[in-house]
C-alpha cells in the first residue's frame, strides 16, 4: 500500500516542464559569462542541460571541480543542494513550481597553469627495468613504441563527463608525463578517475598518480572501480612565485581494462 501511494504521489510533486522553463528564463535574463549551472541533485543534469545546454559547453560540462567559478546558479528539487556551491553566500532565490532557484556566489581560485590545456608542452616516457620505450608528440596525442598513449579526451567518470589526459597505463612500467617549467602558486589540484562504466565493470586493477615537483614527491592518488573522480590538493607553498619541473608517474598492478583519466591546475587559492 505504502508503495502504491508512492507511486501515486510522486509525479505531482515532481517539476513540468513548465517550471524548468520559468527557471530557466530567469537563468538566461541574468546570466554572466564565466557562471557554472548546475542541477540538484545531480541526476535531473539531463534535465537542466534540455534547457540551458547551451550555457554549459563541454569544457564546463566537463571541469575538473567548480574551484575556478565565482557564481553558481542551482536549480534544485526536493530540498537538494549542489556540492558545488559549498563555501558559497545565497545572494538570490526565486521558487518557480517545485524548482528552487538560487545564485551562489564564493570566493575564486586563480589558476596560474593549467596542465590540461598545456599538455603540447610536457614530454612522456615509458620506463620498465629493461630500458626506456621512446615516445614522440603526434597529432593529437602521444605515442610511445609500446603502444601506449596519452592525449586530451572527454571521458565519462563515475557517470559523468569529465576533460581531462587520458592513458592505458602497462604493467611493471611507469608512464611519466613531466613539465619541464610550470609557474606555480599555493596550491597543485590533480584528480583522477578510470574510464568508461563497462572497463569500470570488466576489471578490478588500481591505477596510481605520483606527483613530484623538481624531483620532490608531494603526493599521490588512487583510481579504482569504485572510487569515482578523486580529487586532491597538494600544498605547493615552497614553490609559490616561481618554476618548477612537475612530474606525474603513473602505475598500475593490472593494466587489463584500465583507462585513466586525469586532469591538474596550478592554482592560487
Same mark, same amino acid.
Given at each position: 500500500?505504502?508503495?502504491?501511494?508512492?507511486?501515486?504521489? =510522486?509525479?505531482?510533486?515532481?517539476?513540468?516542464?513548465?517550471? %524548468?522553463?520559468?527557471?530557466?528564463?530567469?537563468?538566461?535574463?541574468?546570466?554572466?559569462?564565466?557562471?557554472?549551472?548546475?542541477?540538484?541533485?545531480? %541526476?535531473?543534469?539531463?534535465?537542466?542541460?534540455?534547457?540551458?545546454?547551451?550555457?554549459?559547453?563541454?569544457?564546463?560540462?566537463?571541469?575538473?571541480?567548480?574551484?575556478?567559478?565565482?557564481?553558481?546558479?542551482?536549480? =534544485?528539487?526536493?530540498? =537538494?543542494?549542489?556540492?558545488?556551491?559549498?563555501?558559497?553566500?545565497?545572494?538570490?532565490?526565486?521558487?518557480?513550481?517545485?524548482?528552487?532557484?538560487?545564485?551562489?556566489?564564493?570566493?575564486?581560485?586563480?589558476?596560474?597553469?593549467?596542465?590540461?590545456?598545456?599538455?603540447?608542452?610536457?614530454?612522456?616516457?615509458?620506463?620498465?627495468?629493461?630500458?626506456?620505450?621512446?615516445?614522440?608528440?603526434?597529432?593529437?596525442?602521444?605515442?610511445?613504441?609500446?603502444?601506449?598513449?596519452?592525449?586530451?579526451?572527454?571521458?565519462?567518470?563515475?557517470?559523468?563527463?569529465?576533460?581531462?589526459?587520458?592513458?592505458?597505463?602497462?604493467?611493471?612500467?611507469?608512464?611519466?608525463?613531466?613539465?619541464?617549467?610550470?609557474?606555480?602558486?599555493?596550491?597543485?589540484?590533480? =584528480?583522477?578517475?578510470?574510464?568508461?562504466?563497462?572497463?569500470?565493470?570488466?576489471?578490478?586493477?588500481?591505477?596510481?598518480?605520483?606527483?613530484?615537483?623538481?624531483?620532490?614527491?608531494?603526493?599521490?592518488?588512487?583510481?579504482?572501480?569504485?572510487?569515482? %573522480?578523486?580529487?586532491?590538493?597538494?600544498?605547493?607553498?615552497?614553490?609559490?612565485?616561481?618554476?618548477?619541473?612537475?612530474?606525474?608517474?603513473?602505475?598500475?598492478?593490472?593494466?587489463?581494462?584500465?583507462?585513466?583519466?586525469?586532469?591538474?591546475?596550478?592554482?592560487?587559492?
Amino acid at each position: 500500500m505504502v508503495e502504491a501511494a508512492n507511486a501515486w504521489m =510522486a509525479p505531482t510533486r515532481a517539476p513540468t516542464d513548465r517550471d %524548468w522553463r520559468a527557471a530557466a528564463a530567469r537563468v538566461r535574463a541574468e546570466f554572466r559569462p564565466g557562471d557554472l549551472i548546475v542541477a540538484a541533485p545531480a %541526476w535531473a543534469d539531463p534535465l537542466m542541460r534540455h534547457e540551458l545546454g547551451d550555457l554549459v559547453p563541454i569544457a564546463v560540462a566537463g571541469r575538473m571541480d567548480a574551484a575556478d567559478f565565482g557564481r553558481v546558479w542551482e536549480i =534544485a528539487q526536493r530540498g =537538494a543542494r549542489a556540492p558545488e556551491t559549498a563555501g558559497g553566500r545565497v545572494v538570490q532565490s526565486s521558487r518557480h513550481g517545485a524548482l528552487s532557484l538560487r545564485l551562489w556566489e564564493k570566493p575564486k581560485s586563480r589558476v596560474v597553469f593549467d596542465f590540461l590545456a598545456g599538455w603540447r608542452t610536457a614530454s612522456l616516457s615509458v620506463r620498465r627495468a629493461g630500458g626506456e620505450t621512446p615516445c614522440w608528440l603526434g597529432q593529437d596525442r602521444f605515442q610511445c613504441g609500446d603502444g601506449t598513449g596519452l592525449g586530451p579526451e572527454l571521458l565519462e567518470v563515475d557517470t559523468t563527463s569529465r576533460n581531462g589526459l587520458g592513458v592505458e597505463p602497462q604493467e611493471r612500467a611507469t608512464t611519466a608525463l613531466e613539465y619541464e617549467s610550470v609557474p606555480l602558486g599555493h596550491e597543485l589540484t590533480v =584528480a583522477a578517475g578510470l574510464h568508461s562504466v563497462w572497463l569500470r565493470k570488466a576489471g578490478d586493477g588500481k591505477v596510481e598518480v605520483r606527483v613530484l615537483i623538481d624531483g620532490r614527491a608531494v603526493g599521490s592518488l588512487q583510481a579504482s572501480s569504485a572510487s569515482g %573522480w578523486s580529487l586532491r590538493r597538494f600544498d605547493t607553498t615552497a614553490w609559490a612565485g616561481r618554476s618548477g619541473r612537475v612530474r606525474f608517474e603513473i602505475t598500475t598492478d593490472k593494466a587489463y581494462a584500465r583507462h585513466l583519466g586525469f586532469n591538474a591546475e596550478a592554482r592560487e587559492p
